[in-house]
């Protein structure tokens, strides 16, 4: 069966290290993965997108890595702030071009101040 | 640039009744998609229209319906409604006519059904 993956339990880390979160799929080819943040009681929001044929991107103090031999992505939060606590989604199209995001069911970040 | 707008924020609802739910894509926005979002289930695509026209539907029952009117914006209906369905709702909008955009969220319509 398809199936997208996070760690369920929460992580928490000390301010100033680097997070990593783990998005692992199985039974998709996906065109492109997504993360998004969000916050209690609050919508998604778009953080970054990396395409299948883009190992890394990254974005200020954001860095997505993409492995489609693996089926994995790694999303990593380096300097964290208390302000970066939050949940992190990952999401991915099933390379069909349908119009439909697959969601994980987020993991959990807390950062210590 | 106004956000997704979505409306109610709130509502409680019984079982067996049906609730209309609406959405408010960004300007210029004409693909609006819905997800559910539940605790044990994590979010769950609904539908998602472009230009009045249902391109895809997720594995939901026939009591959750939706459509897209000629300005984009959007409404979601749930007929005959279970304790199942309390959730948040999501709207979610983008500019691109293909698929593989970042999708632009509201915050939502939290349903409670009692």
């Known amino acids: 069966s398809q199936k997208i993956e996070q760690n369920s339990e929460a992580l928490n880390i000390q301010e100033g290290k680097t997070a990593t979160l783990t998005c692992n799929y199985t039974?998709?080819?996906?065109?492109?993965l997504q993360w998004y943040r969000q916050d209690p009681g609050r919508g998604p929001v778009f953080l970054l997108l990396?395409?299948?044929?883009?190992k890394e991107k990254r974005k200020e103090r954001l860095k997505v890595t993409f492995d489609t031999t693996l089926k994995q992505s790694l999303f990593h939060i380096t300097a964290s702030q208390p302000a970066d606590s939050a949940t992190y989604l990952c999401?991915?199209?099933?390379?069909?071009?349908?119009?439909?995001?697959?969601f994980g069911s987020g993991t959990r970040l807390l950062v210590r101040p | 640039k106004a956000g997704v707008t979505q409306t109610p924020r709130y509502l409680i609802k019984t079982r067996g009744q049906q609730v209309t739910l609406s959405c408010s894509p960004i300007?210029?926005?004409?693909?609006v998609s819905w997800y559910q979002q539940t605790p044990g289930q994590g979010l769950q695509f609904l539908f998602e229209?472009?230009?009045?026209?249902?391109?895809n539907k997720g594995n939901f029952p026939g009591r959750f319906s939706g459509r897209q009117f000629s300005n984009s914006r959007s409404e979601m209906n749930v007929s005959t409604l279970e304790l199942g369905d309390s959730a948040l709702y999501l709207c979610?909008?983008?500019?691109?006519?293909?698929?593989?955009?970042?999708?632009?969220f509201g915050e939502g319509s939290r349903l409670t059904v009692l």
């Open positions: 979610a909008s983008t500019p691109l006519q293909g698929a593989g955009g970042e999708l632009f």
């Open positions: 039974n998709y080819s996906p065109a492109y």
């Open positions: 990396i395409r299948e044929n883009e």
């Open positions: 999401a991915l199209d099933r390379g069909d071009s349908s119009y439909k995001l697959i």
């Open positions: 300007s210029g926005h004409r693909s």
């Open positions: 229209y472009f230009s009045e026209t249902q391109r």
